[in-house]
Nanobody
Framework: VQLQASGGGLVQAGGSLRLSCAAS????????MGWFRQAPGKEREFVAA????????TYVDSVKGRFTISRDNAKNTVSLQMNSLKPEDTAVYYC??????????????WGQGTQVTVSS
């Protein structure tokens, strides 16, 4: 699976951004899809994930109620709607595809990352 993330940018605190990840190659609907982020000087962290059908999602506590992950298997895309952004959300965001049963690990494929910068 090849993944291409887009939609990052610079936004003021309280604003919104929508990240998208387009997948090509293997059957998209076979994979759990996740979003991760890595801030400067920090380890990469899990942000959100969605199961193959879109019926189940999970989020890191710090983004619950602000971020929403969704997928469109007909279009081979997964999105991350980010609202009420905070400066601490600043990071490079990566989409990933996994064939394991875990939302948090075992991802096989990674996109190239898109920069999100939230100014205070």
């Amino acid at each position: 699976v090849q993944l291409q993330a887009s939609g990052g940018g610079l936004v003021q605190a309280g604003g919104s951004l929508r990240l998208s990840c387009a997948a090509s190659g293997r059957t998209f609907s076979n994979y759990i899809m996740g979003w991760f982020r890595q801030a400067p000087g920090k380890e990469r962290e899990f942000v959100a994930a969605i199961n193959w059908s879109g019926s189940s999602t999970t989020y890191v506590d710090s983004v619950k109620g602000r971020f929403t992950i969704s997928r469109d298997n007909a279009k081979n895309t997964v999105s991350l709607q980010m609202n009420s952004l905070k400066p601490e959300d600043t990071a490079v965001y990566y989409c990933a595809a996994g064939s394991s049963n875990s939302y948090y690990s075992g991802y096989n494929y990674w996109g190239q990352g898109t920069q999100v910068t939230v100014s205070s």
